[in-house]
Each structure stands twice: as C-alpha cells, then as structure tokens.
Nanobody
Framework: QVQLVESGGGWVQPGGSLRLSCAASGSTFSAFAMNWVRQAPGKGLEWVST????????SYKDSVKGRFTVSRDDAKNILYLQMNSLKPEDTGVYYCATDMSGRGRGQGTQVTVSS
C-alpha cells in the first residue's frame, strides 16, 4: 500500500497557475498508475487526470485539457500537477490517488480560484 501526501495548493486569481505535488511512500510508486481527483464545494469526487506507469501516457478530464499537465518523478516518488489558466470552477480540494475513483487518496490540498 502506498501513502500519499499532497501539497502546493493555495489561492490564485483566475488565469493564474499552481503546481501541486504528491509525495508517495510505503510501496513501489513506479508500479502504479497515478491519478488526480478533486472535490468542489458541495459536490462529489471527480477524476481529473491519470498518468500511467513510466509517465509516457497521460489522460485528462475534458475541461482541463490544454491547461493542466500531470507528470511524475519515479526516482523521487513524487507526482505533480501543473495547473495553468485556472478558472473559478477549478476550485476544490485536490487529491492524488492510486485509482480513478479516489480510493487510497491522501488528505488533499485546497485550491481556490477567485478574484
């Protein structure tokens, strides 16, 4: 089992950028496809992005394509999410997880996009 700790969230104005990090420990990080999921205020968890083993294949929710980039550093056991051109609808708690449903996710990091 892998333990996950997210960081890097904060407040940003629309159009701004943030980079989230997810530090993994306790298992072989490189063996897992990794995911970012988020939860907007008052809503359920939604999948945002996946990066497969090796990092060569990624996928994104349609609404973040072209704005978000997921990457991983298997040597450091860290997952990243670079978020550019942020919109108010991107506001929420962001989690990294070992599956697309959010199972096994960390404690999350808050992202707030507002003017």
């Amino acid at each position: 089992q892998v333990q996950l700790v997210e960081s890097g969230g904060g407040w940003v104005q629309p159009g701004g950028s943030l980079r989230l990090s997810c530090a993994a420990s306790g298992s072989t990080f490189s063996a897992f496809a990794m995911n970012w999921v988020r939860q907007a205020p008052g809503k359920g968890l939604e999948w945002v992005s996946t990066i497969y083993r090796g990092g060569g294949v990624t996928s994104y929710k349609d609404s973040v394509k072209g704005r978000f980039t997921v990457s991983r550093d298997d040597a450091k056991n860290i997952l990243y999410l670079q978020m550019n051109s942020l919109k108010p609808e991107d506001t929420g708690v962001y989690y990294c997880a070992t599956d697309m449903s959010g199972r096994g996710r960390g404690q999350g990091t808050q992202v707030t996009v507002s003017s």
